[in-house]
């Protein structure tokens, strides 16, 4: 079991350009959360996806941020027209009944 | 104020040293996670907890439903422990609400 998977890493856009993060979960799970950690502030949530389907997106920014996470493939976060602000690290996780389970993160860099 | 408070913030120690760092939450809860996180490094769960008490190795983790609060514990602390330590709340399909975290340094 590879865990939860996250790629790229490490993502560099310039302002304006558009970002792409994705997510697999653990296997056997149809749900990821989306959570942000900006420079020195705790993580917190952006959202709740389980397959085709949003079921909580309360923490996502009203604009340019949008996630779906399909019936194939992985999880996407989507961040149009980046700005310096949107430079956070970005982690998407899973849980079970005995622990949650994190991807490694990836860390955008707005330049 | 915060829903998840978690102290202290920073904490230092020697190797050998028995270590707490404390939360404490405001909202109703099923469960209460202790997570680690390596500088420039994921996030790996440690405990998740919805009574009582849990030991993994030198780690212990415990929770006062009543009083909204958990402790974990690093018993005989080793420099490899140096991590920020992060409380959060949330259940088996909730989402979570994270404390700031505590970062902790431990010196040989």
């Known amino acids: 079991n590879a865990g939860v998977m996250q790629n790229p890493r490490h993502l560099v856009r310039r302002r304006g350009q558009e970002a792409r993060l994705r997510c697999s979960p653990m296997?056997?799970?149809?749900?990821v959360y989306w959570y942000r950690q900006l420079p020195e502030e705790g993580l917190k949530f952006m959202v709740y996806l389980q397959k085709e389907n949003i079921i909580d997106e309360s923490g996502m920014p009203k604009e340019r941020f949008s996630a779906e996470f399909p019936k194939e493939g992985p999880s996407i976060l989507r961040i149009q027209q980046v700005v310096r602000g949107d430079s956070a690290a970005y982690f998407c996780a899973s849980s079970d009944p005995i622990r949650a389970f994190f991807g490694q993160g990836t860390r955008l860099t707005v330049v | 104020k915060n829903e998840v408070e978690q102290s202290p913030q920073n904490l230092t120690a020697q190797e050998g040293e028995f270590i707490t760092i404390n939360c404490s939450y405001s909202v109703g809860i099923s469960a209460l996670h202790w997570l680690q996180q390596h500088p420039g490094g994921g996030i790996v769960s440690l405990f998740m907890?919805?009574?009582g008490k849990k030991k993994h190795g030198r780690l212990i983790a415990t929770i006062n439903i009543q009083e909204k609060h958990s402790s974990l514990h690093i018993t005989a602390s080793h420099p490899r422990d140096s991590a920020v330590y992060i409380c959060a709340v949330g259940g088996n399909t909730d989402k979570l609400i994270f404390g700031t975290g505590t970062r902790l340094q431990v010196f040989p």
């Open positions: 907890l919805s009574s």
């Open positions: 296997k056997g799970h149809s749900h």
